[in-house]
């Protein structure tokens, strides 16, 4: 499990030789102050899952992961505002370390816009012989690589003990997934997990027949991607809860798996047999939770925190973000956990190829607001997309104690009763 940390380093000062280093062993010998070190690998590869012909993966302590493939999608202006948000400075001696060609593609950006202090160390990761961090269940977040693996009965690591399962979900009628799917896929109507009036989870005997109608067992191994993640991960958190051991999402989703170039096919998957789940649903209730327990969260900042995962603009009250909620605030007490432009987009948590971002920049911008993972914490978002992709990375990063408050500001807004607040608020750093 890796120490998760932000690099915000102080300006480096003059020295009198150079800072140099051409393998790992030698660059960690540096200090760490003076330096910055960029993983310009995937976000798979930085977050544990070894390179082809490797035996382990993970990062340099202390990397940043810049992945030299997003240059292809960024213009100067977002490249800098990308580099600003992963906290690489300017003028700071820079190791980067990644396949040559990769190297050398962000290189010549890099020194385009005046980082030009930069060294490469072409050693393999595999070869340090110190620590690697990586993230405590990068097993759980896939690669496109290692499903295909997978899906072909080819030898894979970390592969599913007693059969698996490929999901596509998506909110409604599975008109583009009937054009086009990973290979063997079945298809997850959100509808059949969450019902009106709040969008919350369904009953749980609703619920036992949809799992059922899968041909999911509390030991099958569940790997879910959407066209649009937020709805795979909110069937992650739910099927967690019912007590499926083994969920696993996809990471970057569905453009993951067209980026890589594999084959997909097209028309409806059944399960071939329904089955019985093995264990009472819900197994894990803890995992989602309702108003009473989020109001119990409150009660107590210091140990617990409610994380509301919704854009500023939603936070301090000037949009609902929705059409069909009309109240407009957030939840008294709550702290806010990032999120992204508006109700439908989370580019706070993801990267340009809407992987997940490093975990090191979630746990700064959450202990920012008093959120740590020795807490009780529950996230929230509207109806609980958003707070169940944040739980979901919340878990592979290593936290324990987490879970998602189901209804949300919908329905928390929904009775006046519930403490609601509106206007700019800052972190409390008492």
């Given at each position: 499990m890796f120490s998760v940390r932000r690099l915000l380093f102080p300006l480096i000062t003059l020295v009198s030789t150079p800072l140099m280093a051409t393998t790992f062993?030698?660059?960690?010998?540096?200090?760490?102050?003076?330096?910055?070190?960029?993983?310009?690998?995937?976000?798979?590869?930085?977050?544990?899952w070894p390179e082809a012909s490797q035996t382990r993966g993970g990062h340099f302590p202390g990397a940043i992961n810049f992945d030299s493939d997003w240059l292809s999608t960024l213009r100067p202006p977002h490249l800098e505002q990308l580099l600003q948000s992963k906290?690489?400075?300017?003028?700071?001696?820079?190791?980067?370390?990644c396949e040559p060609e990769k190297a050398n593609v962000l290189l010549k950006q890099l020194d385009s816009i005046g980082i030009n202090n930069v060294s490469?160390?072409?050693?393999?990761?595999?070869?340090?012989?110190?620590?690697?961090?990586?993230?405590?269940?990068?097993?759980?977040?896939?690669?496109?690589?290692?499903?295909?693996?997978?899906?072909?009965?080819?030898?894979?690591?970390?592969?599913?003990?007693?059969?698996?399962?490929?999901?596509?979900?998506?909110?409604?009628?599975?008109?583009?997934?009937?054009?086009?799917?990973?290979?063997?896929?079945?298809?997850?109507?959100?509808?059949?997990?969450e019902s009106e009036p709040w969008w919350n989870r369904v009953d749980d005997q609703k619920l036992a027949e949809t799992i059922k109608q899968l041909g999911i067992r509390f030991d099958t191994t569940v790997v879910l991607y959407g066209r649009d993640n937020t709805a795979a991960a909110r069937a992650a958190s739910i099927l967690m809860y019912a007590g499926v051991d083994d969920v696993r999402l996809l990471n970057g989703g569905w453009k993951s798996w067209v980026n890589a170039g594999y084959r997909t096919e097209p028309m409806l998957n059944k399960a071939p047999k329904h089955v019985d789940f093995g264990r009472p649903i819900p197994s894990r209730p803890e995992l989602i939770i309702?108003?009473?327990?989020?109001?119990?969260?409150?009660?107590?900042?210091?140990?617990?925190?409610?994380?509301?995962?919704?854009?500023?603009?939603?936070?301090?009250?000037?949009?609902?973000?929705?059409?069909?909620?009309?109240?407009k605030g957030?939840?008294?007490?709550?702290?806010?956990?990032?999120?992204?432009?508006?109700?439908?987009?989370l580019e706070d948590f993801r990267?340009?190829?809407?992987?997940?971002?490093?975990?090191?920049?979630?746990?700064?911008?959450?202990?920012?607001?008093g959120i740590n993972e020795l807490q009780k914490v529950s996230f929230y978002c509207g109806t609980g997309w958003r707070a169940s992709e944040t739980f979901f990375y919340a878990y592979v990063m290593g936290w324990e104690d987490i879970s998602v408050?189901?209804?949300?500001?919908?329905?928390?807004?929904?009775?006046?009763?519930n403490p609601s607040s509106k206007g700019d608020v800052a972190p409390d750093h008492s």
């Open positions: 062993d030698e660059l960690a010998k540096l200090p760490p102050s003076d330096i910055q070190v960029i993983d310009c690998r995937s976000s798979n590869n930085y977050n544990g906290g690489i400075e300017l003028t700071k001696p820079t190791f980067l370390y490469t160390i072409s050693q393999k990761i595999s070869d340090y012989s110190g620590q690697l961090d990586h993230l405590a269940k990068f097993e759980k977040l896939v690669t496109p690589q290692w499903l295909k693996q997978v899906i072909d009965g080819e030898q894979a690591l970390y592969a599913p003990e007693k059969g698996f399962k490929v999901v596509e979900v998506a909110w409604g009628p599975p008109t583009k997934y009937l054009a086009a799917h990973i290979p063997g896929s079945l298809y997850l109507n959100t509808n059949n997990i309702d108003v009473p327990e989020a109001r119990a969260i409150l009660d107590d900042p210091e140990h617990k925190s409610l994380v509301s995962i919704r854009s500023w603009e939603e936070y301090i009250g000037n949009t609902s973000g929705y059409k069909y909620i009309k109240p957030r939840i008294t007490g709550s702290k806010w956990g990032h999120a992204g432009s508006d109700a439908y987009h990267n340009p190829d809407d992987t997940m971002i490093s975990a090191d920049i979630i746990e700064a911008f959450w202990k920012d607001w408050f189901d209804g949300g500001w919908f329905e928390w807004s929904g009775d006046p009763a």
